[in-house]
């Protein structure tokens, strides 16, 4: 079963920037889809940002994040990142890294993805 670790969270001050990454592991086949979803406390599971692994490099983004956020992957380091910039108070949430195998046709509807990261803790004030 896919394992997936993330880190990089931490707290930034409005207009910073972190970087998170996920370290996946047992990724057994060629193509993947990998996102990044965040939960606020009290709310829902947002999916702000994903990519398709099969090295078209197709993003998408919510349009919360669009234009500061980046999502990346590096199928040999089986590595996903989100480089977060122009950090907003609203951003403060826990950060997941989600995988599905290919074709992945959830979108970034939660309840759609398999495979979650224990998440990592973002908070910017």
């Known amino acids: 079963q896919v394992q997936l670790v993330e880190s990089g969270g931490g707290s930034v001050q409005a207009g910073g920037s972190l970087k998170l990454s996920c370290v996946a592991s047992k990724l057994y086949y060629d193509t993947y889809c990998l996102a990044w979803f965040r939960q606020a406390p009290g709310n829902m599971r947002e999916g702000i940002a994903r990519?398709?692994?099969?090295?078209?490099?197709?993003?998408t983004y919510a349009d919360s994040v669009r234009g500061r956020f980046t999502i990346s992957y590096d199928p040999d380091a089986k590595t996903l990142s989100l480089q977060m910039d122009s950090l907003k108070p609203e951003d403060t949430a826990v950060y997941f890294c989600?995988?599905?195998?290919?074709?992945?046709?959830?979108?970034?509807?939660?309840?759609?993805?398999?495979?979650w990261g224990q998440g990592t803790q973002v908070t910017v004030s």
């Open positions: 990519i398709e692994g099969d090295g078209s490099g197709t993003t």
């Open positions: 989600v995988v599905e195998r290919y074709p992945c046709s959830g979108g970034l509807t939660a309840s759609e993805w398999t495979y």
